[in-house]
């Protein structure tokens, strides 16, 4: 089990950025795809980026694709998630989940094994 928190939202403008951090304490981070998802009020949590363990590989929902970047540094057991060009239906919980150790990256949510208990951010018109 990992265990994960999450920080750095905030109420910005549309336009603004904001970078989210995820730090993991425990095993095998290292060893872990990691991704991040959100939850908008009253929406199912759903995807938007996600990372491999060697940060090889990076894939991004359609609707972030070009504004977001996912990293890693898995010295500092930690990853992060830079927004840039917010926009209102941005405005979501944000979390990150650890994936299993060895596992491949994936968009599912029931693949992460372990959650952070969010970071809300809010982007205002």
């Known amino acids: 089990q990992v265990q994960l928190v999450e920080s750095g939202g905030g109420l910005v403008q549309a336009g603004d950025s904001l970078r989210l951090s995820c730090v993991a304490s425990?095993?095998?981070?290292?060893?872990?795809?990691m991704g991040w998802f959100r939850q908008a009020p009253g929406k199912e949590r759903e995807f938007v980026a996600c990372i491999s363990k060697d940060m090889g590989t990076t894939t991004y929902a359609d609707s972030v694709k070009g504004r977001f970047s996912i990293s890693r540094d898995n010295a500092k057991n930690t990853v992060y998630l830079q927004m840039y060009s917010l926009k209102p239906e941005d405005t979501a919980i944000y979390y990150c989940g650890a994936g299993p150790p060895l596992g491949d990256m994936s968009m599912r949510l029931n693949y992460y094994e372990s959650w952070g208990q969010g970071t809300q951010v809010t982007v205002s018109s």
């Open positions: 425990g095993r095998m981070f290292g060893m872990r795809p």
